[in-house]
């Protein structure tokens, strides 16, 4: 079955440190790929997406996702995080072609001030 | 222009009772999505209507839980009767299309089962 991987569960930072969040998925085809983040008290929405083209994505608040397709891998990276990037972050995949999106367990982000 | 609505925020109930969730989502979105999420872990997708037509249920415990999506806009989403392995978080989501589009979620509606 697809399966999509989110290596850590928990991640804590200072400020200004450097972000790495992995992401793994099992498919061999081709494959759209998300990032959704939701910050406390808010909705889902969605971070960044890669569909085809370069394979660095850019998306809002200064993250960046690049999509590795010999390692299977859609890690998330923000060179420089704050306080409010606080929040949980989903990675999700869906077959090209089909319709259902298949989510990651999440990894929680905390950021010390 | 306004989110996708959901309601009520938050239900507790005692277990094989009954529930029901309401979705409303973004005016001209035809894909409608409602998803179920366990504490620590991602979204499940439950069922998804294009329109006012099941494309997806394969994942929905249909023995218990239900969904329509009457005229392709508003969906209500319900358990019966409920068990505690319910207790989770029920998303609401619309997009545009389907394949591969940008998924709008609502607040989700917090469902404790006693």
């Known amino acids: 079955a697809q399966s999509v991987s989110q290596h850590n569960h928990h991640v804590i930072l200072s400020e200004a440190a450097s972000l790495e969040l992995g992401c793994n998925y099992s498919?061999?085809?081709?494959?759209?790929l998300f990032w959704y983040v939701q910050y406390p008290g808010q909705h889902l929405q969605l971070l960044l997406k890669?569909?085809?083209?370069d394979p660095l994505v850019k998306g809002i608040k200064g993250f960046e996702a690049e999509f590795i397709k010999s390692k299977f891998s859609f890690n998330l990276r923000k060179p420089s995080v704050q306080w409010s990037d606080t929040a949980e972050y989903f990675c999700?995949?869906?077959?090209?072609?089909?319709?259902?999106?298949?989510w990651g367990a999440g990894t929680k982000l905390i950021i010390k001030p | 222009e306004a989110g996708v609505a959901q309601s009520p925020r938050y239900k507790i109930i005692e277990k094989r009772q009954s529930v029901a969730f309401w979705c409303n989502p973004i005016?001209?979105?035809?894909?409608l999505y409602w998803y179920q999420q366990i504490l620590g872990q991602g979204p499940k997708l439950l069922i998804q209507?294009?329109?006012?037509?099941?494309?997806?249920d394969s994942q929905l415990p249909k023995d218990r839980f239900s969904a329509e999506r009457l005229k392709g806009v508003d969906s209500t989403l319900k358990i019966q009767p409920a068990k505690l392995e319910d207790s989770a978080v029920y998303l609401c989501?619309?997009?545009?299309?389907?394949?591969?589009?940008?998924?709008?979620f609502g607040p989700g509606t917090r469902l404790l089962v006693l």
């Open positions: 999700a995949v869906t077959p090209r072609g089909n319709y259902q999106l298949i």
């Open positions: 498919y061999g085809g081709t494959v759209n």
């Open positions: 890669y569909f085809s083209g």
């Open positions: 005016s001209g979105h035809a894909t």
């Open positions: 209507f294009q329109n006012n037509g099941v494309v997806d």
């Open positions: 989501a619309s997009s545009l299309a389907g394949v591969g589009e940008t998924q709008y």
